[in-house]
């Protein structure tokens, strides 16, 4: 229907009679969907794919919230421990992500997987939370702490007012999805600089703590692991912490179809991507320990800024600047890859149709990165940067943990599949235990009603998958495909050719 009505338009344009032009324009059309046959295009190659991991992972998280980490473990000594043990945690993950993305290459992260292990209904809640609460949240939580840095310097000595860093928290979303709706090669480019321009300031201060450390900064090493708070759910919640900052390690999953010889360099992308993050990890946090104790970091606002004014001042200015392109770049590279879930789902019938369509002229999945950039512009409205967390880490852990078990699952259920990658059994069983413990930790130790309501929040996706999607009543299709027809004409998008293959 959708279809017909470009069509028509194109035949209303050139004076001709309805069926005329339908008859007409039809092997134009063909031509147009043989051409979005080829989206995504297979456009990021090896530096892309490492860039797309430690542009995406080093976001604002390692530059704010490390006071979180220590809050919890209380000592010098545990803390660098976790922060450590997490980029472990993140590179077993990712490895099991790998042998997922190579024995089933398709796009969307977490979908295919669920779908080929499970069957439509945990794939389906998995599209549900991701596209309405996790994908979004995390979009706009690192969009606001964008806002907040860059709003900074121009009110000195007080916060900045909140409209401020929601409108300008806002643009900066409607900017990131014009850039990825007009060119999947302009967002990896704008992904390359911004990851360059974050490594500089990682640069920066990774040589200041090492050239203070060889000056003899080390007091507040001595007696590291004293005064530690070590236990079960402390070590929970630091991991909780710690691994927001490494969220992302998953993200080439996520555009499968458009890597270049994605059995080579999606391993590669995560075996010298996520080490690479790790050891930048750990030393900026040896170099905040260098300047502040464990006392005065736990009372710093934003820790990057702090050990800007005391190591690089006059030149402090440079830390919020650079902190801004780095959670600018982590952003630009999450809407870069989840508006391939948005697609994907789609594509399967789990989401309003027009989703899965492309761009003619700019070969994007422009409808899905669109909606996915006004879910995040709701969010930022009445929202703050803790409770997004909350609502983010809780349930993106759930489905981490599932998608893992699914790789287990497999190995015994779809034997018949090639493996280019084959880990061994021991790391999904490990990761899989580790993201139980990490959604268990938190509401044993610090329950919440933010996650009773994350968890209805999910299991209300049954609802809308029974009669939406299984029994496909037809009164929400005579609303959707009205609503579909004049969004493909105004946003010139077609379906692919894949999507009925």
């Keep these: 229907m959708?279809?017909?009505?470009?069509?028509?338009r194109k035949g209303e344009a050139n004076g001709k009679e309805d069926g005329q032009s339908i008859q007409s324009d039809e092997p134009q059309t063909t031509n147009l969907q043989k051409q979005a046959k080829k989206l995504p295009p297979t456009s990021v190659g090896l530096i892309s794919g490492i860039c797309m991991i430690v542009g995406t992972i080093i976001g604002s998280g390692i530059f704010v919230s490390p006071k979180s980490v220590l809050a919890n473990v209380g000592a010098v000594g545990p803390c660098l421990t976790i922060w450590a043990a997490c980029g472990v945690l993140a590179t077993l993950g990712a490895l099991c992500f790998a042998e997922l993305g190579t024995m089933i290459t398709k796009s969307g992260g977490e979908y295919p997987y669920l779908m080929e292990a499970f069957g439509p209904i945990p794939a389906f809640l998995f599209s549900w939370t991701s596209l309405l609460v996790a994908k979004p949240s995390s979009f706009a939580i690192i969009c606001l702490s964008f806002a907040e840095y860059a709003s900074a310097p121009f009110y000195p000595g007080c916060d900045p007012p909140q409209v401020v860093i929601k409108c300008?928290?806002?643009?900066?979303?409607?900017?990131?999805?014009?850039?990825?709706?007009?060119?999947?090669?302009?967002?990896?480019?704008?992904?390359?600089?911004?990851?360059?321009?974050?490594?500089?300031?990682?640069?920066?201060?990774?040589?200041?703590?090492?050239?203070?450390?060889?000056q003899g900064k080390t007091e507040?090493?001595?007696?590291?692991?004293?005064?530690?708070?070590?236990?079960?759910?402390?070590?929970?919640?630091?991991?909780?912490?710690?691994?927001?900052?490494?969220?992302?390690?998953?993200?080439?999953?996520?555009?499968?179809?458009?890597?270049?010889?994605?059995?080579?360099?999606?391993?590669?992308?995560?075996?010298?991507?996520?080490?690479?993050?790790?050891?930048c990890y750990v030393l900026i946090n040896i170099s905040y320990f260098t300047v502040m104790t464990s006392t005065e970091l736990l009372q710093s606002?934003?820790?990057?800024?702090?050990?800007?004014?005391?190591?690089?001042?006059?030149?402090?200015?440079?830390?919020?600047?650079?902190?801004?392109?780095?959670?600018?770049?982590?952003?630009?590279?999450?809407?870069?890859?989840?508006?391939?879930?948005?697609?994907?789902?789609?594509?399967?019938?789990?989401?309003?149709?027009?989703?899965?369509?492309?761009?003619?002229?700019?070969?994007?999945?422009?409808?899905?990165?669109?909606?996915?950039?006004?879910?995040?512009?709701?969010?930022i409205i009445p929202g703050d940067i803790d409770t997004l967390i909350n609502y983010f880490s809780f349930a993106v852990w759930i489905f981490y943990g599932l998608t893992v078990f699914a790789l287990i699952v497999m190995r015994f259920t779809r034997k018949e599949h090639k493996r280019p990658i084959r880990i061994p059994i021991i790391i999904p069983v490990i990761v899989t235990l580790a993201s139980i413990l990490l959604v268990l930790?938190?509401?044993?130790?610090?329950?919440?009603l933010a996650y009773l309501y994350c968890v209805l929040f999910i299991l209300s996706g049954l609802?809308?998958?029974?009669?939406?999607?299984?029994?496909?009543?037809?009164?929400?299709?005579?609303?959707?495909?009205?609503?579909?027809?004049?969004?493909?004409?105004?946003?010139?998008?077609?379906?692919?050719?894949?999507?009925?293959e």
């Excluded at 806002?170 to 709706?181: C, G, K, R, Y």
Aim: hydrophobic share 50%; aromatic share 12%; net charge neutral.
């Design 220 to 279: 507040n090493f001595e007696d590291s692991f004293k005064d530690s708070k070590i236990s079960v759910s402390s070590i929970g919640l630091a991991f909780y912490n710690g691994l927001w900052a490494y969220d992302g390690w998953n993200q080439l999953n996520y555009i499968t179809e458009e890597l270049k010889n994605p059995h080579r360099n999606l391993p590669l992308s995560i075996i010298i991507g996520i080490p690479l993050v790790t050891v």
């Design 441 to 448: 930790a938190p509401i044993i130790s610090a329950p919440e």
């Design 463 to 500: 609802i809308v998958y029974v009669l939406f999607v299984h029994f496909k009543f037809n009164w929400p299709q005579k609303i959707s495909n009205p609503i579909t027809m004049y969004l493909q004409m105004l946003l010139e998008v077609v379906p692919a050719e894949e999507a009925t």
């Design 168 to 214: 300008l928290a806002a643009a900066a979303i409607v900017v990131i999805t014009i850039v990825n709706s007009l060119s999947v090669k302009l967002g990896s480019y704008l992904q390359n600089f911004l990851t360059g321009a974050k490594m500089i300031i990682v640069t920066i201060i990774i040589v200041s703590g090492i050239v203070l450390l060889a």
């Design 2 to 8: 959708g279809e017909e009505s470009l069509r028509k």
């Design 301 to 379: 606002q934003a820790v990057a800024v702090t050990f800007g004014d005391r190591v690089l001042y006059p030149a402090s200015w440079i830390v919020p600047l650079f902190v801004a392109f780095s959670t600018i770049g982590s952003a630009n590279g999450n809407c870069f890859t989840a508006g391939r879930l948005v697609y994907v789902a789609g594509r399967e019938g789990h989401m309003l149709k027009v989703l899965s369509y492309i761009s003619v002229k700019r070969l994007t999945p422009a409808p899905a990165i669109i909606f996915y950039g006004a879910i995040a512009i709701i969010y």
